[in-house]
């Protein structure tokens, strides 16, 4: 039969353990630097939104109005356009919106990922099934021409410079 | 008058045709021809509009040529010309992003038709449209690998002894690495036309692609390569507004002919969109955009230290004042890193592709390129 004494301090030192890992995991995680809270999108175009309408309003009213109507419609447009393309311009040209793009992007190679892989293996799956080459099984084939094609010119680069060598040797 | 005609218009509103009818046989001489006009446009636009709806695309790169060269995706093409220089061109465009017929769009209207006309011995360098079994290529490849080689069948085809090389866009700082780190390659002239160096000012792409945000290795290793529809994202991006400004301009213009031929064939091109190898990509941000290796001087390809002061010959760099891929301050760094004595920086009107296509390249930039290479070939 196992002593109860050893068992009891068997477990106590588990237990003991086990706390001092929790402990330390929690300070470890404490000391990390605290998350940066993701950018809110719309923070972020409000103003470009304001000014986007701003600079059409002062354009705007710089010009006169002409006469012609498909002419005034045209510079309406025209100038609706060159505002939006300066707010915009000065909008995409900031730290945030980099920082708001490449969010954007990681979550979708985050998303992206996972489904690529399944996709992958599923369609690798089916064309087994049908005793079909796979699209990986292709590129590799490709990939060996191309290698081929590469150590041939390779080879050609050699034998040219070998020639030349001897054609030298045979003139001089 | 011109309130008389506002008038007018308002008056065919208010008490219908038949009173603008009678307006109009009073009107004067003037209005009246300004009328016909504004309808004959009108005719016209409703007939281009029609037309682009319905006709082929048009015909792009005309100018005749032959292929004298091939390696895995990438062509080498010699163009027919009336070769009063002895010196050929070589032609380095970006690889990956477009495709280089833009460069000889439509008859008239292209930059190699302009060049065979002046006499140049002309060979562009198609680097091809790119599968996943290209994916391992790298920048260090093309530098070492490619270029060296395409230099070669050049001289070969040409007979000549030295070759000049033009670089555009990507293709420039790529011709640049090879020029610099080959110097054994005869090469007599080199141009960098919009093509980035510092890319510590290169702007929009430069502040996207920081390292401090962009995470290049967690792209390339998810997505393989870079696919030509997110290429196409991003250049939509720099310029959001680029597509709404070309429909009005081509509702507006319609009535032209010329315009509409140009639109169309334009059209085609900038919609086409080239994928990028991944490991290319890799390369290109991480050295280039990320870390500046190339202007640093601290880029090593193919063992050799790629060094921008052992480019000695003449250089030309154009810039061009409303690039905003490449803006004219990172494309002219190359002029002061160059060992050249002999090196000029122009900067001329146009954004990064209307400095090299379309009627204001034919009147600003392609003179001013041959006219600095014919004196020099």
Not at chain 2, 209 to 219: G, M, Q, S, T, Y
Request: charge should be neutral.
């Amino acid at each position: 039969m196992a002593d109860p004494a050893a068992s009891q301090q068997l477990f106590d030192l588990w237990k003991r353990q086990l706390e001092e890992g929790a402990q330390a995991w929690t300070r470890l995680l404490g000391q990390q630097a605290p998350q940066a809270p993701p950018l809110d999108p719309a923070a972020f175009w409000r103003p470009v939104l304001n000014e986007g309408l701003e600079t059409w309003a002062r354009l705007f009213a710089q010009t006169p109005a002409s006469p012609e109507l498909l002419s005034q419609w045209k510079q309406f447009l025209d100038q609706w356009i060159e505002a939006w393309s300066r707010a915009l311009g000065q909008a995409m040209g900031t730290e945030q919106f980099a920082k708001l793009i490449n969010q954007q992007l990681d979550a979708m190679l985050a998303a992206q990922a996972p489904v690529r892989k399944a996709m992958d293996q599923q369609i690798e799956q089916a064309l087994q099934t049908f005793n079909l080459p796979s699209r990986a099984q292709l590129t590799a084939v490709a990939r060996q021409i191309v290698e081929l094609e590469d150590r041939l010119e390779r080879l050609e680069d050699t034998l040219g410079a070998v020639l030349r060598r001897l054609d030298a040797r045979e003139r001089g | 008058m011109g309130q008389e005609r506002f008038a007018d218009v308002v008056e065919r509103f208010t008490s219908g045709y038949a009173s603008a009818a009678a307006s109009a046989a009073e009107a004067p001489p003037e209005t009246v021809r300004q009328w016909r006009e504004e309808l004959e446009r009108n005719l016209g636009r409703l007939r281009n509009l029609h037309a682009l709806l319905t006709s082929p695309e048009p015909r792009t790169g005309q100018t005749p040529r032959e292929e004298i060269y091939r390696k895995n995706k990438s062509r080498l093409y010699r163009y027919a010309s009336a070769r009063t220089h002895r010196t050929p061109l070589l032609f380095v465009p970006n690889l990956g992003i477009s495709r280089p017929y833009i460069f000889d769009l439509l008859p008239n209207g292209s930059f190699i038709e302009y060049m065979t006309r002046q006499g140049f011995d002309f060979y562009l360098l198609d680097w091809g449209v790119f599968g996943p079994e290209d994916n391992d290529l790298t920048v260090e490849h093309c530098v070492t690998r490619i270029l060296p080689r395409v230099a070669r069948e050049v001289l070969r085809s040409s007979g000549a002894p030295e070759l000049s090389v033009l670089g555009y866009c990507m293709g420039a700082p790529v011709s640049a690495s090879f020029v610099a780190s080959h110097p054994e390659v005869p090469v007599r002239n080199f141009i960098d036309m919009a093509g980035p160096i510092d890319f510590t000012k290169v702007g929009l792409f430069g502040l996207w692609l920081a390292k401090d945000h962009f995470n290049v290795d967690r792209f390339v290793d998810t997505l393989g390569a870079i696919p030509a529809d997110l290429v196409r994202a991003g250049f939509k991006l720099i310029k959001p507004t680029m597509d709404l400004s070309a429909g009005l301009g081509l509702w507006w213009n319609s009535w032209n002919d010329k315009y509409v031929e140009g639109f169309q064939a334009l059209s085609k091109w900038a919609n086409e969109y080239v994928a990028f190898p991944g490991e290319f990509f890799r390369q290109w941000v991480r050295d280039f955009y990320q870390e500046n290796k190339l202007y640093r001087g601290e880029l090593v390809m193919g063992g050799r230290r790629v060094d921008l002061q052992r480019i000695t010959c003449p250089v030309f760099v154009v810039g061009a004042r409303e690039d905003y891929i490449a803006p004219p301050e990172c494309v002219r760094a190359l002029v002061d890193a160059v060992g050249s004595r002999d090196r000029e920086y122009v900067e001329l009107p146009g954004g990064h592709i209307s400095l090299i296509a379309g009627r204001g390249a034919a009147v600003h930039c392609w003179p001013k390129v041959s006219g600095w290479l014919a004196s020099r070939s």
